[in-house]
């Protein structure tokens, strides 16, 4: 392991050591600039605390990445801990402002996501050269930082990327702590303490079942309560709709080089919106908290997202918003259409089972042996699945002809594609 610079404060984890290394990546453009990057776009709307950003869950991944490397019983040395607590700090690097919420801009304008950017902006300044400088390759950290690199075991990219990660661990305790929303207190020591390595993948260990079960229920009771509570998701709907009505005046996708990109952040961005025509008045709406209101919303449970995927092809979705706005009697610009998805249980990267399963190791009597988790909880196999939400949303006083104008619409879809209660 590098040698300790210091240590930070975190008010999750208590003190973080920091090693040379860390500091010096630490202090770059990249890094500080997740300081001006929210973890929770709005939710501080609802949850008045949830002002903490990218920066800070970018340290807890690092501290917690390099607890499970330390941990897992295969002997990690110091220089492999050392690259996945980097990997864990620049896993985040290729957030745009605004987080998730300008994802939406990127995926629709330029078909990337920020795991696309973040090797780019690793490899592309200054943070390439720090590596560089003590012996580490920047190519393979940029990608392990995404959890895809081909040069490394494969439980190291899973370290980064799979469905119990340092990522989730932290975001789940982290947000629960700023929210107060209580549902992220999960006893993440154990699972980390406890994991092992399977066929070269993580796998959870029977004893910490209980706590698997807990963690899975945690992130889906986050899902509905924290990450797409609809009146954050209403704040996000428009602040899509701003920067897609201002992209083509401020060239917000038209970017060539990581020191243009890591130019927006939430601040930068947001004054600019300001003072684009094209976006002004959403942007004045979103600062007096005047927020679209949800007329319709239905939700179910699949193992399978074909229920909302229908919906996110654009133009079956405006097709729709027309039809409910012409029903309604409004603007089909005053209809939004919103369907956020999420496995409850994410997928895994690499292993011989099905992809929406965790893999457990048994080690009790005799030679260890895996199993689905399905296999061993009745808990996890009613969890798996896909939450499906349908959401229309509308302007307030729209709102109960935007309801019934969906009642009528929606309730004509095929059986093959119908959300029910």
């Not at 990445?65 to 996945?84: N, R, Y």
């Not at 039809?323 to 089909?332: H, L, Q």
Request: aromatic residues 8%.
């Amino acid at each position: 392991m590098e040698r300790d610079w210091g240590m930070i404060k975190d008010p999750i984890f208590g003190y973080v050591r920091v090693s040379a290394i860390e500091r010096e990546a630490l202090d770059t453009l990249p890094l500080q600039r997740l300081r001006r990057v929210k973890q929770l776009v709005f939710a501080d709307y609802v949850y008045p605390g949830a002002n903490h950003t990218r920066f800070e869950h970018s340290l807890g991944v690092m501290h917690l990445a390099g607890l499970l490397g330390k941990s897992l019983p295969i002997g990690m040395g110091d220089a492999d801990v050392q690259k996945i607590r980097l990997a864990g700090l620049f896993h985040d690097l290729g957030h745009g402002p605004f987080s998730h919420t300008f994802e939406q801009l990127l995926m629709r304008k330029l078909n990337k996501t920020h795991e696309d950017l973040t090797p780019w902006i690793i490899k592309g300044t200054e943070l390439g050269d720090i590596l560089s400088k003590n012996g580490m390759e920047a190519a393979g950290i940029a990608e392990l930082a995404v959890g895809r690199a081909q040069n490394e075991r494969q439980f190291m990219n899973q370290i980064i990327s799979s469905a119990v990660d340092a990522d989730k661990m932290d975001f789940l305790v982290r947000d629960t702590h700023h929210t107060g929303a209580e549902y992220g207190k999960v006893d993440i020591y154990r699972l980390i303490y406890t994991m092992d390595v399977a066929d070269e993948a993580l796998a959870v260990d029977s004893s910490s079942l209980a706590t698997l079960e807990a963690f899975l229920i945690a992130r889906l009771e986050s899902f509905r309560a924290i990450y797409y509570h609809k009146t954050a998701r209403a704040g996000q709907l428009m602040l899509v709709k701003a920067m897609e009505a201002a992209d083509e005046e401020l060239g917000i996708t038209a970017f060539k080089t990581p020191e243009e990109y890591l130019e927006m952040d939430d601040y930068s961005l947001w004054s600019r919106l300001k003072g684009c025509r094209a976006s002004t008045g959403i942007m004045r709406d979103l600062e007096r908290r005047r927020l679209l209101k949800c007329a319709y919303e239905r939700e179910v449970q699949a193992e399978d997202k074909s229920v909302t995927s229908l919906f996110s092809i654009d133009s079956v979705r405006r097709q729709v918003e027309e039809e409910i706005a012409s029903t309604a009697g409004i603007p089909p610009s005053s209809v939004y259409i919103d369907t956020p998805s999420l496995p409850s249980i994410p997928y895994f990267q690499k292993l011989s089972v099905d992809p929406m399963e965790i893999p457990v190791i048994d080690r009790e009597g005799g030679s260890p042996r895996v199993f689905k988790a399905t296999k061993l909880s009745r808990t996890i196999e009613v969890l798996k699945g896909f939450v499906n939400i349908v959401r229309v949303y509308t302007n307030a006083n729209d709102r109960e002809r935007v309801r019934g104008a969906c009642e009528r619409v929606l309730g004509k879809l095929p059986e093959s594609v119908r959300v029910s209660y």
